[in-house]
């Protein structure tokens, strides 16, 4: 059974980078598309972007410019680093996984992370 | 950005009833539509994908329909675990999916 666990500091300060691994367990990160989502508090749910575990990525075009992913599949784990936070960066994140054939339709889920961006 | 329409906001029913919750989106997306359940304090699972294909383990009493602009998720006769937040989501736009602003499906 596929299983996602995000971790990372749960508080972050404004302007400072938001830093989040996801590590896949019982099954490989290999062939997969790999997505970060985030979900403020009693609101909607917003796509940040996605990794290949050849290491291409994709970003949400609104988010692009501060969003940066990578993969380690040694550790079987990915990576989202979100910079100059704010507080309406503040969200529970959430790592979740597409197959290739089925790109877009998210299978797997973690947990969530709360991040709390705050001074 | 295709912008995903769901209605209504809140649906209030008792177990054994039919639920038809809607998704309207601002343009086409073909048939790349993704419905997804979400309970409190947890994350979202996936119920349809691809407008009407069942994930895997989900109960036949789940179904979805449509095509183009609108969709829809109807639970055949709700059982009591079917109370939680659904959300609809498009991969038909690229690069970016986009979701609904979700419907609320609550006991009567």
């Known amino acids: 059974q596929v299983q996602l666990q995000e971790s990372g500091p749960g508080l972050v300060k404004p302007s400072e980078t938001l830093s989040l691994t996801c590590t896949v367990s019982g099954g490989s990160i290999s062939s997969y598309y790999w997505s970060w989502i985030r979900q403020p508090a009693g609101k909607g749910l917003e796509w940040i972007g996605r990794i290949y575990t050849s290491g291409s990525t994709n970003y949400n075009p609104s988010l692009k410019s501060r969003v940066t992913m990578s993969v380690d599949t040694s550790k079987n784990q990915f990576s989202l680093k979100l910079s100059s936070v704010t507080a309406a960066d503040t969200a529970v994140y959430y790592c979740a996984r597409a197959h290739p054939q089925n790109d877009g339709n998210f299978d797997y889920w973690g947990q969530g992370t709360l991040v709390t961006v705050s001074s | 950005e295709i912008v995903l329409t769901q209605s209504p906001a809140t649906l209030s029913l008792s177990p054994g009833e039919r639920a038809t919750l809607s998704c309207r989106a601002s343009q086409s997306v073909s048939s790349y539509l993704a419905w997804y359940q979400q309970k409190p304090g947890q994350a979202p699972r996936l119920l349809i994908y691809?407008?009407?294909n069942r994930a895997t383990g989900i109960p036949a009493r789940f179904s979805g329909s449509g095509s183009g602009t609108d969709f829809t998720l109807t639970i055949s006769s709700l059982e009591p675990e079917d109370f939680a937040v659904y959300y609809c989501?498009?991969?038909?736009?690229?690069?970016?999916?986009?979701f609904g602003q979700g419907t609320k499906l609550e006991i009567k």
């Open positions: 989501q498009q991969r038909s736009n690229w690069p970016s999916y986009t």
């Open positions: 691809d407008a009407s």
